[in-house]
Nanobody, 125 residues
Framework: QVQLVESGGGLVQAGGSLRLSCAASGRKFISYSMGWFRQAPGKEREFVTSITWGDSTANYADSVKGRFTISRNNAENTVTVYLQMNSLKPEDTAVYYC????????????????WGQGTQVTVSS
């Protein structure tokens, strides 16, 4: 049963913007912190940003601070997480994954229980 579904990836020129969405189906996700990770070819999966449940505190990797913004909308049976990406750079090219954790906040992929299938973001120079 697929519970996290990402959308919004694509091809964009450097300096452009994209907005990713992640729909998490199930009331339980209201009590999960949500994160975005990315993985470029030949590289390990890395933390991008996360937003806590409850107070919606956001945390960002240094490489995206000031350019990316995470937000979440908690509906009755679906939590939607958005990643607004501005001033994109070629080095932002990767598959972006949405993930959910019961920890309040963490940057470690192993602490996340649920993962989406990923969406490709390609930034051309």
């Amino acid at each position: 049963q697929v519970q996290l579904v990402e959308s919004g990836g694509g091809l964009v020129q450097a300096g452009g913007s994209l907005r990713l969405s992640c729909a998490a189906s199930g009331r339980k996700f209201i009590s999960y912190s949500m994160g975005w990770f990315r993985q470029a070819p030949g590289k390990e999966r890395e933390f991008v940003t996360s937003i806590t449940w409850g107070d919606s505190t956001a945390n960002y990797a240094d490489s995206v601070k000031g350019r990316f913004t995470i937000s979440r909308n908690n509906a009755e049976n679906t939590v939607t997480v958005y990643l607004q990406m501005n001033s994109l750079k070629p080095e932002d090219t990767a598959v972006y994954y949405c993930a959910a954790t019961q920890m309040h906040w963490t940057t470690r992929p192993g602490d996340y229980t649920y993962w989406g299938q990923g969406t490709q973001v390609t930034v051309s120079s």
